[in-house]
C-alpha cells in the first residue's frame, strides 16, 4: 500500500470514528439554534484571540480571560453547548495524537537547526 493510500484510509477512519460523528452532530446541533451559535463563535473567536497572545508572548489582559473564563462557564451550564464543547475536544485530542505520532515518526526529516533541542525563535 502506497504512502497515499494510507493516508486515505486513515482519512477514512477519522470520519468514520465516534469522535467524528458525535463532533459533526454535535456542530449541526449548534447550527440549529442562531443564539448558541453565535455564543460558541464568541468564546472560540476570544479563545483564539488569546492563544494567538500566547504564541507571540504578548501579555493577555486580566478582562480578556476574565471574560473567557465566563462565556466558558455559561456555555457549560447549557447542556448542547457543552456536548459540542466536549465533542470538539475529543476529535481535537484524536488529530493532535495522530498529528504527534506523525511528526515523530518524520522527525529526522526536519530542516537544519529545528531538529535540535534549540526552538526556533518567534519574531514579533
Do not use: C, H, W
Not at 4 to 18: C, G, V
Not at 66 to 92: T, V
Amino acid at each position: 500500500m502506497s504512502i497515499y493510500e494510507t493516508a486515505q484510509q486513515l482519512a477514512l477512519q477519522i470520519k468514520e470514528s465516534d469522535e467524528y460523528r458525535d463532533f459533526i452532530v454535535a456542530k449541526e446541533s449548534m447550527k440549529a439554534d442562531e443564539g448558541q451559535y453565535k455564543m460558541i463563535r464568541d468564546f472560540q473567536m476570544k479563545q483564539f484571540e488569546i492563544q494567538q497572545a500566547q504564541l507571540f508572548q504578548l501579555d493577555i489582559s486580566q478582562g480578556k480571560q476574565q471574560e473567557l473564563e465566563r462565556l466558558y462557564s455559561l456555555l457549560s451550564l447549557n447542556p448542547a453547548a457543552r456536548e459540542y464543547l466536549e465533542a470538539e475536544f475529543r476529535i481535537s485530542r484524536m488529530i493532535n495524537d495522530v498529528q504527534k505520532i506523525i511528526g515523530e515518526a518524520i522527525i529526522d526529516v526536519l530542516p537544519i537547526g529545528f531538529d535540535d533541542n534549540d526552538q526556533p525563535q518567534i519574531l514579533a
